[in-house]
């Protein structure tokens, strides 16, 4: 495994959070915006279920670096 370029998601079950550690600029807006979700001294650093979808949103559109995307779950 490339360990500079290491790619997750994490999901809240509506929406998945998908970090890419390559275009990572440690910028730190996720974790101004959203610290519930975003704690970079924790493992799991990122967990998703503890915000709305929305507030996710918004949060990883500000991500300056593009590191944070998203992608919407499928409903059936």
Known sequence: MDTN?????YSNGEV???????????SGNCVRNLSPVFHPKELPWITPEKATSAE???????C?????SMKEIQKV
């Open 5 to 9: 370029n290491i790619v997750k998601e």
């Open 16 to 26: 998945t959070i998908i970090w890419q550690s390559s275009k990572c600029i440690h």
């Open 56 to 62: 996710i949103v918004a949060t990883v559109k500000k």
């Open 64 to 68: 300056p670096s593009g590191a944070l």
